[in-house]
């Protein structure tokens, strides 16, 4: 069997603080051998038990213990010390160093960025992680959103595709319609083109709606968080992959006059940190992970399922290329340049990523071991 992914590639302070304050905080005195020790924050909207919450975690496992102790990180989730979208905020005004964010929370800020949040686009979430990392250094504009925002990329991180949970069965494209379902970024445009009804609240509140009637359905939440964070399984006992593909990445920023504080042995051990976590995406890891996602599907009763691609194409071509000439525009408009180049560079980078990968997505690793038919 595949692995599940591979590729070769409590509370704040109560006023703000400046990135000044920020890098004074971020030093921690000395050790017993008179080296300077570093104490950090890191924000995450994330649950404690989640896919990329069990990765921040090994990721400051494997800092704290390469670097003797000279850094201490303490990590805040479920939004305890920033709000979801206040992640890119907090690492820039010092009330956190570190956090957890997504460019579709700021699309102003990343207009280039946000290229990931156009579906119908990239099946290989993991491809498309390794065209970001890339892009960072082979896109001079690229990189440019992040230094004019003053935070470093630690990593980006890959969300699996977008999932579509019913509580009935929902394998046409058809379906969707009338449907009041639950979606983010520019995934809410899609489900309008099909004629669904587009509500955009936070991943937090899809439980408590679904279980109110408030709504029918949700999108745009991978597999594995549905099941392992938040228990959708509980309330909607349909999932099925729509081959829409990857709508959204995330990623880790450091407040950068903290980055730049560090010494450079620190900062090695830091970038290592994220090539191990991040790098290979393969073995125990990511495969403890599916398992745990197959585990909680069948816990919960989950019925399992993907779209044939007659249903897929169907979506596919009701949305055209509206998604990404939208997502085009909104990057002129915030004053990205050549934007027409740079979609076809990471085109070409994400092609070459997918060629050298052998992702499967979470339903289709169920599946294979026999759950969720």
């Known amino acids: ?34 080296q300077e020790t570093f104490d950090l924050t890191w924000t995450s909207y994330t649950t404690p038990t989640g896919y990329y919450s069990m990765a921040m975690d ?20 479920m939004g305890s010390l920033c709000a979801t979208t206040d ?16 460019p579709a929370f700021h699309p102003a800020e990343f207009p280039l960025a946000n290229v990931v949040t156009v ?24 990189r440019a959103e992040f230094e004019t925002q ?28 009338g ?30 709606s679904i279980d109110n009637g408030v709504i029918d359905a949700w ?3 991978g597999l594995d968080s549905a099941l392992t964070e938040w228990n959708l399984g509980e309330v909607t006992g349909h999932m099925t992959d729509t081959n829409s593909g990857s709508f959204i990445n995330v990623m880790a920023i450091i407040n950068d006059e903290v980055w730049q504080s560090l010494p450079e042995d620190i900062q090695t051990i830091m970038t290592e940190a994220s090539d191990e976590v991040w790098g290979g995406l393969e073995g125990e890891f990511l495969t403890s992970i599916y398992d745990a996602t197959c585990a909680k599907a069948d816990e919960q009763g989950v019925t399992l399922s993907t779209w044939s691609e007659t249903e897929s194409q169907k979506w596919a071509d009701a949305v055209g290329t509206n998604l990404l000439e939208g997502w085009k525009t909104e990057a002129k408009n915030a004053g990205a340049a050549d934007v027409d180049a ?20 979470p339903v289709q690793y169920c599946l294979d071991k026999g759950i969720g038919k």
Not at 26 to 31: E, I, L, P, T
Not at 58 to 77: A, L, M, N, Q
Not at 123 to 139: F, G, M, R, S
């Open 342 to 361: 740079f979609y076809d560079q990471y085109l070409d980078i994400y092609s070459a990523a997918e060629a050298d990968s052998s992702y499967i997505s």
């Open 219 to 221: 999108s745009s939440t």
């Open 58 to 77: 090994r990721w400051i496992e494997i800092v704290e213990e390469k670097s003797d102790g000279r850094v201490e990180i303490e990590p805040f989730y």
């Open 119 to 142: 579906p119908f686009v990239a099946q290989d979430p993991i491809a498309q992680t390794a065209a970001a990392n890339e892009l960072y250094d082979a896109n001079e504009a690229y």
């Open 150 to 177: 003053g935070v470093h990329p630690l990593y980006f991180a890959p969300v699996s595709t977008s999932i579509l949970g019913t509580k009935e069965s929902a394998t046409a494209y058809s379906d969707l319609e």
């Open 179 to 208: 449907l009041s379902v639950r979606g983010t970024a520019r995934m809410l445009t899609a489900l309008e083109i099909a004629k669904a009804n587009p509500s955009a609240i936070p991943v937090s509140e899809i439980y408590e």
């Open 87 to 102: 992640g890119l905020a907090c690492a820039k005004d010092g009330r956190a160093d570190i956090a957890y964010t997504s």
């Open 1 to 34: 069997m595949k692995t599940p992914m591979s590729t070769k590639k409590a509370a704040a302070a109560g006023v703000l603080a400046t990135a000044a304050l920020a890098l004074t905080a971020c030093s921690g005195g000395a050790n017993a051998q008179g």
